[in-house]
């Protein structure tokens, strides 16, 4: 599918923000200025990501009426979620700055805490629900993003062993999404026999496009990246979002300016494991065209 930078944005800035919010709600409460800056940036994060998606849709000013779909669509439940957790998140964050401690914000932290986790699941749902792009239709998509968001939540909130041990996970998380999804395309079984229905007639093959011009459909639903491009960039995200901060953080012992220096490798490294996670993704749309990229090849 197309990597739109609207969509890595919204998943990156999101999962950032919201897995933030559960470590200064439970894990890792802070108080005074300190509270403030943290509440500020992890607000910011979330805010700017569910933002940022709004440039994907045709008619963004509409983008209230996903609210009501909630039944059926996980990006209305997403919507839902994410307005829930921040307005959950208020009082603690007051109650943060103010140095209130124990005080009449701190209750509302496990029940923010839940809905950030129930933000972050609904996202990841966007995509493995769709049993049309059989890449994502797995349980490596929800596990890389709560690990994307723990991760980043705990270097963003100082937590120098949780980040470590979230880290391996992330890694390990990425490490499968790639291996695994590399042959889910093949394994559903997919093809164009399959696609058109035509298959008890013998062997289906493109005789002639339907088309002469590239269409929306073919824009946004197919796309091919190198296997070579593929090979750099994954070790590119692998790296820079997991290798480089547990480097780093491992060296300093755990120093504010050693975290300081992580979160930006992380964020690079997801924005590059998140452009691969979109322009890898298979859609069976491209049947019709001729078009599906061959698992490796993309």
Known sequence: MHPAPSVILFTVLSGLGFGTMVFLAVFAPVAGWAAFGLWALAYGAAVAGLLASTFHLGRPERAWRAFSQWRTSWLSREGIAAVATLAA???VALSDWLGQGIGFGRGFGLLGAVLALATIATTSMIYAQLKTVPRWHHWTVPAQFFAFALAGGAMMTGQHGAALGLLALLAAALVAHWRLGDGQFAKAGASMASATGLGDLGRVALFDPGHTATS????????TVGRKHVARLRAIALVMACLVPAVILLVSGGSPVAFALAVPSHLLGALAARWLFF????????????????DGDQ
């Open 216 to 223: 929306y459909v073919m824009r946004e639903m197919i796309f």
């Open 279 to 294: 322009a890898q993704a298979e859609h069976v749309v491209g049947l019709y065209y001729g078009a599906r990229g061959r």
């Open 89 to 91: 998140m208020a009082p």
